[in-house]
Each structure stands twice: as structure tokens, then as C-alpha cells.
């Protein structure tokens, strides 16, 4: 742990984000910083296990974040096309706003058992690396493609900021980067299913 006072600790500028813009994302430099043994946290050069211990759980939060996300999106959407007037109707009314948002529900409701399933094994302390990567993986990319979806339900007002519809599409394209990119997850996932022959 190294305060921030400490010397050789610098902060560099805020950087500009496309979503998450309430969280503070900033460069921090350390240049010839010492450290004394008593802010270790943890065991000396063990740090690599310790952050990879953790890493099951962090792609849990992942994916119950995304879960949580698309779920809300769905219901903003619900309640707009009841509202939102079109050619006479609703836009509630028409059979692809009807047929689109059954879709979503119904890949949301399978996705929620899988979520919830990991949640209880995490709590057993029985959460491998290969359950963590596919709740996020597949849950973070349904995620995006439900809020795809559902600002394209929304119109043009979906691309208002002001509708919370278009910040939660923006914040959402971090989930399939942060706690190991999608590419990383399906790394993992191969390597449980497809090991490589230790001979060769």
C-alpha cells in the first residue's frame, strides 16, 4: 500500500472516459518510491497469486453487475413503449416491440438462474475459474445486446443523455473489458475443455 503523500508518488490527469463518468479514472506514477514492510499487504512476492486468487470473484461482480444492468434496461423499456405514442398506437402495440422485448426476457430469466448458481457456489467457496469466466462472458455480452436493443426501442430519445437508457449503453462497453477482456474469458473457458497434452 503507498499513501499518497508519500514521495514519488504522483497523480497525472483525469482521463476521459466513454462512460462511467462519475467514477474518477486518473494515471498515478511511481518513481522511486520506498515502500517500508510494514504497508505490505498480504506476502512478499506473492502479490501475482494473491490478485488471481480474487479473480473469479471479481468476474462474479461482473456479471451480476451486467445481470443487474440488463434487467433494469428491460423494465425502463417496458414502461417507455407503453408510453411513447406512434402512428395512433403505442409503441407497446406493435409485434416487433412485443416480440423483442419477449426475447430479451426470456434470455435475461435463463441468464439470472446461471448468475444466481455461481452467486451460491461463490458463497460455498466452490467458484472455479472456468464458472466465473462463462457468467461473465455471456452475461456481459447479453448485456450489450440487450441495451442495443433497447435503445433501439427507445428512438432517437434512446440517444439523449439524458435518458438513462443511453448512459447505461455507454457505461456497459467496459463490462466486456474490465476483470479480463472476453478474449481472456474464452481462453480460460478452451483451456478447461481443451486442455493442451503437457508432452508436447
Excluded at 468476474?59 to 451480476?64: C, D, G, P, Y
Excluded at 411513447?84 to 434470455?107: S, Y
Amino acid at each position: 500500500m503507498v499513501e499518497a503523500d508519500r514521495a514519488g508518488f504522483s497523480r497525472g490527469k483525469k482521463l476521459k472516459k466513454i462512460g462511467l463518468k462519475a467514477q474518477d479514472t486518473a494515471e498515478i506514477f511511481l518513481e522511486d518510491v520506498r515502500v517500508p514492510a510494514s504497508n505490505l499487504i498480504g506476502e512478499e512476492n506473492r502479490g501475482f497469486y494473491q490478485m488471481m486468487k480474487e479473480l473469479a470473484q471479481e468476474r462474479l461482480v461482473q456479471a451480476v453487475r451486467g445481470q443487474t444492468i440488463l434487467e433494469t434496461a428491460i423494465e425502463w423499456t417496458k414502461d417507455y413503449v407503453r408510453e411513447r405514442p406512434l402512428f395512433g398506437r403505442t409503441v407497446a402495440d406493435f409485434q416487433n416491440t412485443r416480440f423483442k422485448l419477449a426475447e430479451m426476457h426470456a434470455q435475461a430469466s435463463v441468464m439470472r438462474v446461471y448468475v444466481d448458481r455461481c452467486i451460491a457456489a461463490h458463497m460455498a467457496g466452490e467458484l472455479d475459474a472456468t464458472e466465473a469466466a462463462i457468467a461473465k462472458m455471456t452475461c456481459v455480452e447479453l448485456q450489450g445486446k440487450v441495451l442495443d436493443e433497447c435503445l433501439q426501442l427507445h428512438g432517437g430519445w434512446g440517444y439523449i443523455w439524458e435518458y438513462p437508457i443511453a448512459r447505461a449503453y455507454a457505461d456497459a462497453r467496459i463490462a466486456r473489458i474490465a476483470g479480463g477482456s472476453i478474449e481472456v474469458m474464452k481462453q480460460i473457458i478452451s483451456n478447461s475443455i481443451l486442455p493442451k497434452d503437457k508432452r508436447s
